[in-house]
């Protein structure tokens, strides 16, 4: 799948895509397409924060009021969607999981230990000291994910 953060022609065939290959991975898994699973896959596409169950229930709830998704589907279909590897998750323990696209461009994480703020960065170095380090011990990497952890600069204050 290509970048997410494009025009909006091109993200209007991006969606297209995206929402052909969910279609997809609902049949080979015997499932059913529904209004509801649409919408789960349309808000994670809309959003550009990282979002639990829970904040995509409510923003479904408040987008879409007179749609009845229940917060079992939402569980039901981000797990389907994170087991091909469509949606991405970052782990908070015992607060659960954050959601978002796997669609996007590779990107790292720093995450604030006080608030939950999450904020996206992409550094080549790193991306290419990475690299060379694999090259050097022979290891062929296939994906990575980096997650910083420490105090937003909000919550230093």
């Known amino acids: 799948m290509s970048n997410v953060h494009t025009n909006f022609n091109d993200k209007t065939v991006e969606y297209t895509q995206l929402l052909n290959d969910f279609k997809t991975l609902l049949k080979e898994n015997a499932l059913k397409f529904t209004i509801q699973r ?3 896959l349309e808000t994670l596409y809309k959003s550009d924060e990282h979002l639990t169950p829970e904040s995509l229930h409510h923003l479904i709830q408040e987008n879409f009021p007179d749609l009845k998704t ?3 589907t939402v569980y039901r279909t981000l797990a389907l969607l994170e087991d091909s590897q469509m949606v991405t998750s970052l782990s908070f323990g015992a607060q659960g999981k954050k959601y978002e696209l796997g669609a ?5 994480h ?3 230990t ?3 703020n999450i904020t996206e960065f992409v550094d080549e170095e790193i991306e290419k000291r990475q690299d060379s ?3 050097a011990l022979g290891f062929k990497i296939s994906d990575h994910s ?4 420490g105090i937003c600069k909000n919550c230093q204050q």
């Open 110 to 112: 720093m995450i604030c």
């Open 38 to 40: 649409e919408v789960i």
């Open 114 to 116: 006080s608030c939950g």
């Open 133 to 135: 380090i694999a090259k």
């Open 104 to 108: 996007k461009e590779h990107h790292d």
């Open 146 to 149: 980096m997650q910083i952890y």
């Open 70 to 72: 229940g917060i079992a």
